[in-house]
């Protein structure tokens, strides 16, 4: 077994066919399929199933790619600390939910420290990934957020990833609508009142793990719902379709928002934690340490 053979299997995973596969990879579908199958003879263990509708996982596939991601990540940190053409630079990564005082305190720091080489990462991500990227070290730090809907959730995948939280702020439930919307003008809503409207939410693209949302009302059953991964798409989807989203109130210093967004508090109350993430025990870097730090100034709690 080698790396080469489960990047393979990663792709046919996340492919609908192995020709699909080979060609996202640019090898030829049989060097693929008998990449695949020698691994498959070498394993022991059959990892896809090919039918005439494609190919798809087995159960033994399922448990090898929840392991073979964790490898593919990790061979490409090393790859790229000490086999690419940066590997000379200051190297720092943060992966995040979508929080400004998150990307100001990576600005700050980049700013106080100014390397003549580096190269930083800031990862606007799901849920998830922050939780992963900081459990293998593809960054230092994460910024993430739970309510009471999902605390339970979160904490428990803190604890099994090895990671430790620290919270930083709480705040209460808002929903931004554009300013032409017909309540616009209102200090307070109940989220029953915005029935006829679309609430667009962060796609977290795993509806199994719901509860892995970063906003809340999280069990709320919204009779209109559209995901979105981008947030230049989410602002047009909620000016066009007089739609709304649920967050934390936090429009200040985003000045991009505040040309056209306003928010309104939710009557219904779920509020928001937010903190930030280490492996449990570890030792941050000089950066790690700054940017935790940087993050502290907005601590409330």
Known sequence: ???????????????????EAATRLFVSQPALSASIKELEEEL???LFERTNKG???????????????KVAGQYEILEDRYLSKDSD??????????????????TALIKKFDPEKYVFSFHETKTRDVLEDVRTL??????????????GVIKKLIK????EFTPLMSRETYIYVWRDHEFAGRKE??????????????????????????????DYDFVKLIKSDDRATTMELIAELHGYA???????????????????????EDPLIIGYIVRAGSSLSGYGKEYVDELLKYKEL
Do not use: W
Not at 1 to 19: D, H
Not at 138 to 151: D, L, M, R, T, Y
Not at 203 to 210: P, V
């Open 160 to 163: 099994e990833y090895g990671l």
């Open 189 to 218: 809503i109940s989220i029953d009142e915005l029935s006829d409207y679309p609430c667009i939410a962060f796609d977290q693209s795993d509806n199994s793990n719901f509860y892995l949302t970063e906003e809340a009302m999280a």
């Open 44 to 46: 022991g263990i059959l």
């Open 246 to 268: 649920i967050g934390s109130g936090m429009l200040a210093g985003d000045k991009a928002i505040l040309k056209g967004m306003v928010s309104i508090k939710l009557k219904e």
């Open 55 to 69: 190919i798809r996982l087995t159960d033994e596939g399922r448990e090898f790619v929840t392991y073979a991601k």
């Open 138 to 151: 593809k960054s230092e730090v994460g910024i993430i957020s739970f309510s009471g809907a999902n605390e």
């Open 1 to 19: 077994m080698n790396i080469t053979q489960i990047k393979y299997v990663l792709e046919v995973s996340n492919s609908s066919s192995i020709r």
């Open 89 to 106: 630079k200051e190297r720092f990564s943060v992966s995040s939910q979508h929080y400004n005082f998150a990307i100001k305190a990576f």
